[in-house]
């Protein structure tokens, strides 16, 4: 299956790649059984089949270069064309011996310029009167040209530090303002930012981030140099695949494990930054309210420490710095997603803890609404952030084992305790998913029996997936909320739901678009097959994809819903179809099913003809759809000003804006004291709707009239 390693003479690369006279990295056997290994794993493995040919080689070149170096600032453009000479030889030479001579020979390039970096930073400095200028910085150069010599370069480096320094600044007076503000107030607050950094100069505090930063790659083994090239060919499948070192491996096992000690938020690396993807429900993060998907980490601190910028840092070694014991404190410096290039760096400490199953569990409550006819109804509101179940206990027989399932339909038992349920909200909004069990017996509870989901995988073979139990545990309206981190097995519900014509769908325009499976293959497994018994490492890639029972793919398009609200989350860079190359959308044959409401459709034409009027009339949503639109348009552009009066004018006019969204989306509540929640936008506007539903399905049926017609 696998082809033999065999020993190979080194390319001399040194003139063709300028490589540095030392050798930082160096190929070894085992590091080219590793790269051959994976290259043909993710071949044969992977439900996406690439092939071994020039152009694809060609992508990987592409791939790593951007790994290395996504905002162009290390390498020219000479560089790139002579490098660009060898990039049809990457791919074959991987699959053929696991060559990577030529990857580390651009990666020991790589450690070179680092350390150029590390000194023209050094012996720059900077007065008060360079950040009064009219300069521009380009923050996204994703489409940018590389520069086309040192000279270029350099000014770029000068654009950048001095882009650093600035945000630096703002956050000191952002500080300062607010110092002013509490002791006008009387307010004791501590400050939190690490004292240790506070009294550092900006331009200190961004040069020793850069040393910390060109030290940690200059200190990475060559196992974790092999892992950056192979990871730049596991994107070419797809997001979701990639190779794990042997150090990495063990931080994923732990992570799976749910042992895992830090701050609760699932995160990925995309163009060099640390990116918030979901917050774990009940842990630090998720309590706290301040970090939100969408969020940038732009360094790590510990407790009394000062921070170690992560730009450009592997994943998982991120993931160690903001790991440890329980208890102890991390101060994370972010970019605020929703702030695009205009983000101001803030400070956010946290308490590690375990994230505790208890506060991920559902929750439910009994709203009391007035309807049209003047009756009380009383509306059932539960909260999924996860659909969680204790396989341990439910494997070895435990009746009472703890699942989504059970709690939601023990909720629903409740509610129906003071009298009859009028009507039933599931919120699924920011549910990143869980178990694919689950989500098939949550389905159950509101359909009598049928298909749930569809999986089929890479040879093509399709598994059905079906609830079996005939009990229905609520048979009247129902709504589901979602919004666009809805993920995985939300999406697979929320379809169900949807297919069965079981209920009303709500929330953004689509869900987060996840619809592929992921499995893990340890390397080790294989290597005694060819002779060999060394850590090798994990791949993790996607074999499998979901489908709808209606045939449709819930991969990239998500899930629709019937009912779209004008949201932020719609407008933030989050969701499979924004990752670089996600796998497309597709379809294959629908299954037999029985609708449960056959006039659902035309039930939902007059239910969104009300909630459009209502949300149209509705100032909270006017003012809510103004600042979306005027976030958008300064969020797209990707020229700072690096002018320090001209980027405090912008902090402070958008400074309100924020601010009202948070009162309006029940943003920053952090506190269970019903005094002082804010408004929910959305669930407001739901509860609406079903006001309206429950009307429309409590309405006579019209009397027929001769011929046959209402």
């Given at each position: 299956?696998?082809?033999?390693?065999k020993?190979?003479?080194?390319?001399?690369l040194?003139?063709v790649?300028?490589?540095?006279?030392?050798?930082?990295?160096?190929?070894t056997?085992?590091?080219?059984?590793?790269?051959?290994?994976?290259?043909?794993?993710?071949?044969?493995?992977?439900?996406?089949?690439?092939?071994?040919?020039?152009?694809?080689?060609?992508?990987?070149?592409?791939?790593?270069?951007?790994?290395?170096?996504?905002?162009?600032?290390?390498?020219?453009?000479?560089?790139?064309?002579?490098?660009r000479?060898?990039?049809?030889?990457?791919l074959?030479?991987?699959?053929?011996?696991?060559?990577?001579?030529?990857?580390?020979?651009?990666?020991?390039?790589?450690?070179?310029?680092?350390?150029?970096?590390?000194?023209?930073?050094?012996k720059?400095?900077?007065?008060?009167a360079?950040?009064?200028?009219?300069?521009?910085?380009?923050?996204?150069?994703?489409?940018?040209?590389?520069?086309?010599?040192?000279?270029?370069?350099?000014?770029?480096?000068?654009?950048?530090?001095?882009?650093?320094?600035?945000?630096?600044?703002?956050?000191?007076?952002?500080?300062?303002?607010e110092?002013?503000?509490?002791?006008?107030?009387?307010?004791?607050?501590?400050t939190?930012?690490?004292?240790?950094?506070?009294?550092?100069?900006?331009?200190?505090?961004?040069?020793?981030?850069?040393?910390?930063?060109?030290?940690?790659?200059?200190?990475?083994?060559?196992?974790?140099?092999?892992?950056?090239?192979?990871?730049?060919?596991?994107?070419?499948?797809?997001?979701?695949?990639?190779?794990m070192?042997?150090?990495?491996?063990?931080?994923?096992?732990?992570?799976?494990?749910?042992?895992?000690?830090?701050?609760?938020?699932?995160?990925?690396?995309?163009?060099?930054?640390?990116?918030?993807?979901q917050?774990?429900?009940?842990?630090?993060?998720?309590?706290?309210k301040?970090?939100?998907?969408?969020?940038?980490?732009?360094?790590?601190?510990?407790?009394?420490?000062?921070?170690?910028?992560?730009?450009?840092?592997?994943?998982?070694?991120?993931?160690?710095?903001?790991?440890?014991?329980?208890?102890?404190?991390?101060?994370?410096?972010?970019?605020?997603?929703?702030?695009?290039?205009?983000?101001?760096?803030?400070?956010?400490?946290?308490?590690r803890?375990?994230?505790?199953?208890?506060?991920?569990?559902?929750?439910?409550?009994?709203h009391?609404?007035?309807?049209?006819?003047?009756?009380?109804?009383?509306?059932?509101?539960?909260?999924?952030?996860?659909?969680?179940?204790?396989?341990?206990?439910?494997?070895?027989?435990?009746?009472?084992?703890?699942?989504?399932?059970?709690?939601?339909k023990?909720?629903?038992?409740?509610?129906?305790?003071?009298?009859?349920?009028?009507?039933?909200?599931?919120?699924?909004r920011?549910?990143g998913?869980?178990?694919?069990?689950?989500?098939?017996?949550?389905?159950?509870?509101?359909?009598?029996?049928?298909?749930?989901?569809?999986?089929?995988?890479?040879a093509?073979?399709?598994?059905?997936?079906?609830?079996?139990?005939?009990?229905?545990?609520?048979?009247?309206p129902?709504?589901?909320m979602?919004?666009r981190?809805?993920?995985?097995?939300?999406?697979?519900?929320?379809?169900?739901?949807?297919?069965?014509?079981?209920?009303?769908?709500?929330?953004?325009?689509?869900?987060?678009?996840?619809?592929?499976?992921?499995?893990?293959?340890?390397?080790?497994?294989?290597?005694?097959?060819?002779?060999?018994?060394?850590?090798?490492?994990?791949?993790?890639?996607?074999?499998?994809?979901?489908?709808?029972?209606?045939g449709?793919?819930?991969?990239?398009?998500?899930v629709?819903?019937?009912?779209?609200f004008?949201?932020?989350?719609?407008?933030?860079?989050?969701?499979?179809?924004?990752l670089?190359?996600?796998?497309?959308w597709?379809?294959?044959?629908?299954?037999?099913h029985?609708?449960?409401?056959?006039?659902?459709?035309?039930?939902v034409?007059?239910?969104?003809?009300?909630?459009?009027a209502?949300?149209?009339?509705?100032?909270?949503f006017?003012?809510?759809?103004?600042?979306?639109?005027?976030?958008?348009?300064?969020?797209?552009?990707?020229?700072?000003?690096?002018?320090f009066?001209?980027?405090w004018?912008?902090?402070q006019?958008?400074?309100?804006i924020?601010?009202?969204?948070?009162?309006?989306?029940?943003?920053?509540?952090?506190?269970?004291?019903?005094?002082?929640?804010?408004k929910?936008?959305?669930l407001?506007?739901?509860?609406?709707?079903?006001?309206?539903?429950?009307a429309?399905?409590?309405?006579?049926?019209?009397?027929?009239?001769?011929?046959?017609?209402?």
């Amino acid at each position: 299956m696998f082809h033999q390693i065999k020993k190979i003479c080194v390319f001399v690369l040194a003139a063709v790649l300028a490589v540095p006279a030392f050798s930082a990295f160096e190929e070894t056997e085992e590091l080219r059984l590793i790269a051959n290994l994976t290259t043909s794993m993710f071949s044969k493995m992977h439900y996406v089949k690439r092939d071994i040919s020039p152009e694809n080689s060609s992508k990987l070149f592409d791939s790593y270069i951007k790994a290395l170096d996504p905002m162009k600032i290390f390498f020219t453009k000479e560089q790139i064309t002579l490098w660009r000479m060898h990039e049809r030889r990457l791919l074959p030479g991987l699959a053929a011996t696991g060559d990577v001579s030529i990857a580390f020979g651009i990666f020991n390039e790589y450690l070179k310029i680092l350390g150029e970096y590390e000194d023209f930073v050094k012996k720059q400095n900077f007065t008060e009167a360079d950040f009064q200028t009219n300069e521009t910085f380009d923050f996204d150069r994703s489409k940018a040209e590389w520069p086309a010599d040192k000279a270029e370069r350099n000014e770029l480096w000068r654009k950048k530090l001095k882009s650093d320094i600035l945000a630096f600044m703002l956050q000191d007076k952002i500080k300062a303002e607010e110092a002013k503000k509490d002791a006008k107030s009387g307010k004791d607050v501590k400050t939190k930012a690490t004292p240790a950094v506070a009294a550092k100069p900006p331009a200190e505090r961004v040069k020793k981030r850069i040393e910390q930063f060109v030290q940690f790659n200059q200190k990475l083994e060559p196992i974790e140099a092999l892992e950056i090239y192979l990871n730049s060919l596991a994107r070419l499948y797809d997001p979701h695949t990639n190779y794990m070192a042997p150090r990495s491996e063990e931080d994923f096992n732990i992570g799976m494990q749910l042992s895992l000690v830090g701050i609760g938020a699932l995160l990925t690396n995309e163009d060099g930054y640390t990116k918030i993807v979901q917050i774990i429900p009940g842990g630090p993060a998720d309590k706290d309210k301040r970090l939100k998907a969408d969020d940038r980490i732009i360094a790590v601190a510990q407790e009394n420490g000062e921070p170690v910028d992560v730009v450009d840092m592997p994943l998982t070694k991120v993931v160690s710095l903001i790991r440890g014991e329980e208890g102890t404190k991390v101060t994370l410096t972010i970019l605020e997603g929703i702030k695009g290039a205009k983000a101001v760096p803030v400070n956010i400490v946290l308490t590690r803890t375990k994230v505790e199953l208890k506060e991920s569990e559902a929750k439910g409550e009994l709203h009391k609404i007035k309807g049209p006819d003047g009756r009380t109804l009383h509306v059932g509101v539960i909260t999924l952030p996860s659909f969680y179940i204790d396989f341990k206990a439910a494997s070895t027989g435990n009746r009472n084992y703890k699942s989504s399932t059970r709690d939601v339909k023990n909720l629903i038992e409740g509610f129906k305790k003071p009298g009859p349920l009028d009507g039933l909200v599931v919120d699924l909004r920011t549910n990143g998913g869980g178990s694919l069990q689950e989500a098939v017996s949550l389905t159950g509870l509101f359909i009598k029996t049928g298909p749930v989901v569809q999986l089929r995988d890479a040879a093509g073979r399709v598994e059905v997936y079906k609830d079996d139990d005939p009990e229905i545990t609520y048979d009247g309206p129902l709504i589901v909320m979602t919004n666009r981190l809805s993920a995985s097995a939300s999406e697979i519900f929320a379809g169900a739901i949807k297919d069965y014509k079981r209920g009303i769908l709500v929330g953004d325009q689509k869900t987060h678009g996840k619809g592929s499976v992921q499995t893990v293959a340890d390397l080790g497994h294989y290597l005694p097959y060819l002779g060999y018994n060394f850590p090798a490492g994990s791949i993790k890639l996607t074999n499998a994809k979901f489908y709808r029972i209606s045939g449709a793919s819930t991969q990239m398009k998500g899930v629709s819903p019937d009912i779209a609200f004008p949201t932020f989350t719609d407008t933030m860079e989050t969701g499979e179809d924004k990752l670089e190359n996600a796998m497309e959308w597709d379809s294959i044959a629908p299954l037999r099913h029985p609708v449960f409401d056959a006039s659902l459709a035309a039930t939902v034409g007059k239910l969104k003809k009300k909630s459009d009027a209502r949300v149209d009339a509705s100032r909270d949503f006017s003012a809510l759809k103004r600042d979306i639109a005027y976030l958008m348009k300064n969020k797209n552009k990707k020229m700072i000003s690096l002018n320090f009066d001209q980027r405090w004018k912008e902090y402070q006019r958008e400074k309100d804006i924020y601010e009202e969204q948070s009162k309006l989306l029940h943003l920053d509540s952090r506190t269970d004291d019903n005094k002082n929640r804010k408004k929910d936008l959305y669930l407001e506007e739901t509860l609406n709707i079903m006001r309206d539903y429950i009307a429309e399905k409590n309405a006579p049926a019209k009397p027929l009239l001769a011929g046959g017609k209402k």
